[in-house]
């Protein structure tokens, strides 16, 4: 069974940071690309970032660019989310997923597929 | 922020068909990135429901159907049933943003 485990979120201070992680099993994740999804309370879902499946390769959204930090563990088969300087606006439910381009021979632009239950995250004095 | 426009809210009874609409620009869905949609339950993550613009993984039903045409994508819902209520989500990827886009979401009620 393929599953994803997000787990580190919690209670913040405005300015302050945070490690989130995502566990994985039932499937390579040392070859595939992952992300990580937020979504406000109350609101739509936003693409926060992007890694290759060797780490070497990353890109971040406008909004957490230079304040998250996205990486990962292939021998552990986790994902992390480093999160500095936040703000109320970090607010959010946070989920990673699995990254997929190609499926039954033909390639798309990237989708995720499965997505973990999320954690939240609430940055708040 | 969504780049992608759908409309907040459909609605329709047990049975209809209702269609979700989708609508991007000339630097996401009108360039030729392909649309992708997400089923989101209540108090649930979301859940793959159409990739590559018309695809279903396993498991989806085939009352759930997607199409693409210039600059928006629409997802349609046939035999519609109390189980499909649910937030429903495009995405595509930006040229302008560099970044993966989201819809703003459409809320499905079944009457």
């Known amino acids: 069974e393929v599953r994803l485990v997000e787990s580190g979120g919690g209670l913040v201070q405005p300015g302050g940071s945070l490690r989130l992680s995502c566990g994985v099993s039932?499937?390579?994740?040392?070859?595939?690309?992952m992300q990580w999804v937020r979504q406000g309370p109350g609101k739509g879902l936003e693409w926060v970032s992007r890694?290759?499946?060797?780490?070497?390769?990353?890109s971040y959204a406008d909004s957490v660019k230079g304040r998250f930090t996205i990486s990962r563990d292939n021998a552990q088969n986790t994902l992390f989310l480093q999160m500095s300087s936040l703000t109320v606006e970090d607010t959010a439910v946070y989920y990673c997923?699995?990254?997929?381009?190609?499926?039954?021979?033909?390639?798309?632009?990237?989708?995720?597929?499965?997505w973990g239950q999320g954690t939240l995250v609430t940055v708040s004095s | 922020q969504s780049v992608l426009t759908q409309p907040p809210s459909v609605s329709g009874a047990p049975g209809q068909r209702v269609t979700i609409s989708c609508t991007g620009t000339?630097?996401?869905?009108?360039?030729?990135?392909?649309v992708h949609w997400y089923q989101q339950l209540p108090g649930a993550s979301p859940k793959l429901l159409i990739y590559?613009?018309?695809n279903r993984p396993s498991g989806v039903p085939d009352r759930f159907s997607g199409s693409k045409s210039a600059t928006s994508a629409s997802l349609a819902i046939t035999g519609l049933q109390a189980e499909d209520e649910a937030d429903y989500y495009c995405?595509?990827?930006?040229?302008?943003?560099?970044?993966?886009?989201f819809g703003t979401g459409t809320k499905v009620t079944v009457l």
């Open positions: 997923g699995r990254e997929w381009d190609c499926s039954k021979g033909r390639c798309f632009t990237e989708w995720i597929d499965p």
């Open positions: 039932g499937f390579t994740f040392r070859t595939s690309w």
């Open positions: 890694i290759n499946s060797d780490g070497s390769g990353t």
């Open positions: 000339s630097s996401n869905i009108g360039t030729g990135f392909d």
């Open positions: 590559g613009n018309t």
């Open positions: 995405q595509s990827y930006d040229d302008r943003l560099g970044a993966y886009v």
